[in-house]
């Protein structure tokens, strides 16, 4: 009999029901010599310090640098149970084999093996590795099971990033915590990226507007311009000398141009044009895609790959097809699929791009939840696109001579819209869409005289660097230290595509960045923390030398432990070379700021409310009330209770609050958050919807 391991339930349930084991049982499913079974997720976790000395419990610069020599895990205690489920069901003497269905990547081969390893289970270990949750998808799969020792060096990377994560996290946070005296979360990924956000505030703030202004003339329906000047006398003087003369075409430059379609989605693409065209974020991106997965919608989501495998020519042509004749944006699709511009064997690794399935065919579309309609949209017209025609057109460059100056036009005709057809007819959201008209100049021939023209000067000033959005920070840590790493590293940027939107998520958790509408602006908090730490903490390059030596350790190029001997040795030297806090930086965290100060008033005794690290606490020492910023009902919604969120809760007894998550329906919603304190050790919350907005008619 085989055990088969999925990492959550719902995807342990579509596994069952193909392998026909749909007997229920508390935590696993049985039938037809399968048991299968699920991880929640992870099940271990790296152990807090102290876990390994209570000494540990009170951060102190004489404790560092903490480095295990044996690692401990510890267990969360809600998952507990199905863990007690796996290990019983591992000894089972009926199991003879385990079958690693967890997701086909580094950290679902990390927590799966942590599971194996806890158990200490000898049996032989087989692989899963789809990349679809489609029934045919699954049994080609089971029919063609790996050796888990193929898989042995992944799970080796896995072990060593979250070990090396932790203790370069740990170390520096405490660190740079001890030294100012107030909690600053320092993480290998975390930190450069919070350095590009400060960088970039920086630079808005120290830019300095110039004005510009731009002699134009007017004539036979279009416009032409002259060179950008700073001169605001200069240019009026070509305007006085242009205006109500004649003007001559001298130079007529027209060349063809070919804009080949886009190539398919990985993950960090497909995140941010979701961002750009909906406003969601990455991690809601990853949400609805890793929904539509699960449904068997969508193929694998956390992939870096925009390739499909050779042997997927059929199934695109097949989907292709169906979009064709039952999609919207099909009907702008014109000539034959190219399928060649979009499979390529040697550029798919782990996973390859993100496409739908067959399972689009047979399922009723309308009735998934908007924000998952949204994202399947968009790869649905990605693959339309990535396949079409190239878009083609005449670029015009039209040079006139007036009054000894020169003047320049350019004009676009399209000659054949390719790919840009479909995606003009993609049903995005309105006004998300820029307008794609182009610029058609008239037929003009040279020596063509236009007399007279009516001379202006536009004037114009220089924008500073725009804000980063979650588009262009993205991009901006996909190409992160690219300059500075070597050309056959295998990744280059910050972290991976399946880690980029949980970092983010931990920026702003930790208050070192606000959301403001699409906007990520650093805060004073956040900006103090990226001064203060060393250059190669906050810089790029450590995470891309990281990331290249993992990928060595997949391939069995280089040993685990030189690459943890590494870290521990940089960890050190971190620890050594900053003994005491730079007086220069020491006025950036006064005293004060362990305390946030008042945000209310206590509704269980009257007294004050103060701001602490962890929450909000009554300052009557006989009074328990507490609002933990790290609680259970926030966590669950994606929020972190914010100390505007605190003070509105004091005040009122709720507060309305944006996107707020849905775990039964995977979705993002606003209500209101109700105070529902009844006095015990832990204070509730519960979810109160605003009223329906009643239509003309009467009818909600």
Not at 2 to 17: G, H, T, W, Y
Not at 52 to 58: H, T
Not at 416 to 439: N, R
Not at 658 to 682: C, H, I, M, P, W
Request: glycine residues 6%; positive net charge; proline residues 4%.
């Amino acid at each position: 009999m085989k055990l088969v391991i999925a990492e959550k339930p719902s995807v342990a349930l579509s596994l069952a029901k193909v392998l026909g084991a749909t007997k229920r049982h508390e935590g696993y499913l049985a039938g037809k010599d399968y048991l299968v079974s699920w991880c929640l997720g992870h099940l271990l976790g790296l152990a807090d310090p102290h876990l390994y000395d209570e000494k540990l419990k009170r951060w102190s610069y004489d404790t560092l640098p903490i480095i295990p020599d044996q690692w401990k895990y510890s267990i969360a205690r809600d998952k507990k149970k199905q863990l007690t489920i796996l290990t019983d069901l591992m000894k089972l003497k009926a199991v003879d084999s385990i079958v690693c269905a967890t997701d086909a990547g580094r950290e679902g081969e990390l927590i799966f093996r942590l599971v194996y390893n806890y158990s200490k289970c000898g049996k032989p270990i087989e692989r899963l590795w789809i990349s679809s949750m489609e029934d045919e998808a699954i049994r080609q799969g089971f029919d063609h099971l790996r050796p888990g020792k193929d898989y042995d060096l992944l799970y080796q990377a896995a072990l060593c990033r979250a070990q090396a994560d932790w203790i370069v996290g740990i170390n520096a946070t405490r660190l740079f915590s001890v030294l100012y005296h107030t909690k600053l979360n320092v993480g290998r990924v975390m930190s450069p990226t919070l350095a590009l956000i400060v960088e970039r505030e920086a630079q808005i703030q120290g830019f300095k507007s110039k004005p510009f202004y731009v002699p134009e003339i007017t004539c036979g329906g279009f416009t032409a311009s002259a060179d950008r000047l700073d001169d605001k006398n200069a240019a009026e003087k070509i305007r006085l000398a242009c205006d109500g003369q004649a003007a001559t075409v001298t130079k007529i430059d027209t060349q063809k141009k070919t804009e080949q379609p886009p190539k398919l989605y990985d993950l960090t693409t497909l995140q941010r044009e979701c961002n750009r065209v909906y406003g969601f974020t990455a991690q809601q991106t990853l949400d609805y895609l890793q929904s539509l997965y699960e449904k068997k919608l969508s193929t694998y989501p956390r992939t870096d790959s925009r390739y499909l495998t050779e042997d997927m020519r059929d199934t695109a042509e097949k989907l292709i097809a169906w979009l064709h004749d039952n999609m919207a944006v099909g009907k702008g699709y014109m000539g034959n699929a190219d399928i060649s511009r979009i499979t390529n064997n040697t550029k798919v690794t782990d996973h390859h791009a993100i496409i739908p399935t067959m399972e689009i065919t047979i399922t009723d579309l309308s009735e998934l939840p908007k924000g998952e309609r949204c994202v399947l949209s968009q790869i649905m017209t990605r693959l339309l696109c990535a396949t079409a025609q190239p878009n083609v057109y005449e670029a015009t460059t039209i040079t006139l001579t007036c009054a000894g100056h020169a003047f320049i036009a350019n004009g676009k005709t399209v000659l054949q819209e390719g790919w840009k057809a479909i995606e003009k007819l993609y049903p995005a959201e309105p006004d998300q869409k820029a307008d794609t008209a182009e610029t058609e100049l008239p037929k003009l021939t040279e020596r063509q005289r236009f007399d007279p023209v009516a001379a202006s000067v536009r004037k114009g000033k220089t924008s500073p660097p725009k804000h980063y959005t979650e588009d262009s920070l993205l991009s901006a840590m996909e190409t992160a230290g690219a300059d500075e790493t070597p050309d056959d590293a295998e990744r280059k940027g910050l972290g991976t595509p399946a880690t980029r939107a949980a970092i983010l998520e931990k920026l702003v958790a930790a208050r070192f960045v606000e959301r403001r509408k699409k906007l990520l602006i650093p805060t004073q908090t956040g900006i103090n923390l990226i001064t203060v730490l060393p250059d190669n903490i906050k810089s790029p390059l450590l995470t891309a030398e990281w990331e290249s030596k993992l990928k060595q350790i997949e391939r069995g190029e280089i040993n685990a432990d030189s690459f943890m001997d590494g870290i521990n040795g940089m960890v050190r030297e971190l620890v050594q070379s900053h003994n005491s806090p730079d007086q220069e930086y020491v006025s950036l965290f006064p005293r004060k700021t362990v305390s946030g100060g008042t945000v209310g008033v206590c509704p269980r005794c009257g007294a004050k409310v103060e701001e602490k690290y962890k929450g909000y606490f009554c300052e009557n020492s006989d009074c328990s009330f507490a609002l933990w910023k790290d609680n259970h009902f926030f966590r669950t919604k994606k929020k972190t209770l914010t100390r505007e969120i605190a003070e509105g809760l004091l005040k009122d007894g709720r507060v309305f609050v944006k996107e707020l998550y849905s775990e039964k329906n995977n979705s993002y919603y606003d209500a209101f958050v109700v105070l529902d304190d009844t006095g015990g050790k832990y204070v509730n919350f519960k979810i109160d919807f605003p009223p329906r907005k009643v239509k003309k008619g009467g009818r909600k």
